[in-house]
């Protein structure tokens, strides 16, 4: 794919979710430790097992509340599962592999996607950070693992970790009302997208030099794989936003479709999965010159396959 034609979808998606994240999220999805544009609180806060409910989103599956329960939206907690599953996939299955910073990046995903459980189940402000901020820190890193991934520095990848403990320290120390606080969530969302962009984009050059370096298709696939699971995904969450009310109404007595859930996580997870598999098959045959093939068990999920490895 032409980098072109991944940065033009991506920018305009990203510019969405961007505003809709951090300028103004509808009435329906806002939480209720949001401010409405007027700057007052969202009303009264749900309750559950884990207290009052003070995130910035109360995402459009909704459910049942009360001081009894303790998963406030199961469909969305349980397929956050998908992000430590398909980690721990790839960590088995390609045992030994990967370098140390696509090791960091599983590590990573798997802190993210136990952080979005907690914020699901609860929806207290406190796991939500700890769903976010594992997040931005994977798109940083993805993007310092791609602008590096034909040496074997690690000046980006340092960079990309201090920028991402400093965005993480100004939210977790700095209070929740303040200027501080709420710049930093700004910079978050703006630096997050840029990044995302970049991860893409990058991602399609480099699909191109393990092809051309090997033959075939295996990287451009994979990378396609991985960019329209990325682009549905973030579609879904949108939609889901902007339409939440749609969606829970809609007609014939169709139920909710569950557009976060099975869209935005399931389709991060994939997306996430494909890009791991591409960058290792570049690692491979780019970086250290080894022979590598990806196989397909089931026809379902791929596997990087590589000869004469001996890395610690």
């Known amino acids: 794919m032409h980098a072109v034609a991944v940065a033009a979808p991506l920018t305009i998606l990203l510019s969405g979710a961007v505003v809709l994240y951090a300028l103004y999220t509808p009435q329906a999805t806002r939480g209720a430790g949001a401010r409405s544009p007027s700057g007052s609180h969202n009303g009264a806060a749900p309750e559950s097992f884990w207290g009052a409910t003070d995130a910035e989103f109360d995402w459009c599956e909704g459910g049942a509340n009360g001081d009894h329960v303790l998963v406030l939206e199961p469909m969305n907690t349980i397929s956050s599962f998908v992000y430590p599953i398909l980690a721990l996939v790839a960590w088995r299955w390609h045992r030994g592999q990967p370098a140390v910073w696509l090791r960091v990046l599983l590590l990573t995903a798997t802190v993210m996607g136990l952080g979005s459980v907690a914020f699901h189940a609860s929806l207290r402000y406190s796991m939500q950070l700890l769903d976010e901020l594992p997040l931005y820190a994977l798109a940083l890193l993805a993007a310092a693992v791609l602008r590096a991934r ?9 960079v990309a970790s ?15 009302a303040s200027q501080v606080h709420g710049a930093a969530r700004v910079f978050m969302a703006v630096s997050f997208g840029l990044a995302f962009v970049y991860v893409l984009t990058a991602g399609s050059v480099s699909a191109k030099e393990v092809d051309a370096r090997r033959g075939g298709s295996d990287a451009r696939m994979l990378f396609a794989l991985s960019f329209f699971s990325f682009v549905g995904a973030i579609a879904a969450w949108i939609v889901d936003m902007v339409a939440c009310e749609t969606l829970r109404d809609l007609p014939a007595g169709l139920p909710y479709p569950q557009l976060h859930a099975l869209g935005w996580h399931l389709g991060t997870g994939a997306g996430l999965y494909f890009l791991f598999c591409m960058l290792l098959l570049h690692q491979h045959e780019v970086l250290d010159r080894l022979p590598a093939t ?12 590589v000869r004469n490895h001996h890395r610690d």
Request: glycine share 6%; with cysteine; aromatic share 2%.
């Open 162 to 176: 201090l920028v991402a403990v400093a965005v993480a320290a100004a939210l977790l120390c700095a209070p929740r």
């Open 294 to 305: 990806v196989v397909w068990p089931a026809g379902i999920i791929p596997k990087v396959l």
């Open 150 to 158: 034909n040496t074997r520095t690690h000046g980006a990848q340092l």
